[in-house]
């Protein structure tokens, strides 16, 4: 695997109708922020070959308002990866067998993964471990499987309305 994208799941809202976690909607904001986020993913070079999903609700719908941006991928809709930890979002995407592998799930296994990922000590990298929002996602590259991964993007809601 050559990139990596992780983006965790827009803002949902704070009960679903079924009081269950796993069914909790995308919040209007939700539905707002996160087309503009696979717009600048996909400006900055993200191009998925797979793209893995938790089955959650509020990260099948978040793929669905950023899925126009990434055409011609395989998707693959996962129980595993709901509120996966970091080590299990890492295997999931290696186990894919692409070279360009998306995953969208959830905090804190995501945020805890691109810190992971993010060890350099720049401003880019800094932020990436400080904080990891809602709908944030963040593009990894390395010029091979031996190579340590670079952060070539990250972006939130807030970053690209500034």
């Given at each position: 695997?050559?990139?990596?994208?992780l983006?965790?799941?827009?803002?949902?809202?704070?009960e679903s109708?079924?009081?269950?976690?796993?069914?909790?909607?995308?919040?209007?904001?939700g539905?707002?922020?996160?087309?503009?986020?696979?717009?600048?993913?996909a400006?900055?070079?993200?191009?998925?070959?797979?793209?893995l999903?938790?089955?959650?609700?509020?990260t099948?719908?978040?793929?669905?308002l950023?899925?126009?941006?990434?055409?011609?991928?395989?998707?693959?809709?996962?129980?595993?990866?709901?509120?996966?930890?970091?080590?299990?979002?890492l295997?999931?995407?290696?186990e894919?067998?692409?070279?360009?592998?998306?995953v969208?799930?959830?905090?804190?296994?995501v945020h805890?993964?691109?810190?992971?990922?993010?060890?350099?000590?720049?401003?880019l990298?800094?932020?990436?471990?400080?904080?990891?929002?809602?709908?944030?996602?963040?593009m990894?590259?390395?010029?091979?499987?031996?190579?340590?991964?670079?952060l070539?993007?990250y972006?939130t809601?807030?970053t690209?309305?500034?």
């Open positions: 695997m050559r990139q990596l994208v983006l965790r799941h827009a803002k949902a809202a704070a109708e079924t009081g269950e976690d796993f069914d909790r909607p995308l919040a209007a904001r539905r707002e922020d996160a087309p503009g986020i696979g717009e600048a993913l400006g900055a070079g993200a191009d998925p070959e797979i793209v999903v938790s089955s959650a609700k509020r099948r719908e978040t793929w669905g950023v899925s126009s941006c990434f055409p011609d991928v395989t998707v693959e809709f996962r129980d595993d990866l709901y509120l996966a930890e970091a080590n299990a979002l295997h999931a995407a290696e894919a067998g692409a070279e360009r592998v998306m969208v799930a959830h905090n804190p296994g805890e993964l691109a810190s992971r990922l993010a060890h350099r000590n720049n401003a990298e800094t932020s990436v471990r400080a904080k990891f929002p809602t709908a944030a996602g963040a990894f590259e390395r010029a091979d499987a031996d190579s340590a991964w670079r070539q993007a972006v809601p807030k690209i309305s500034d």
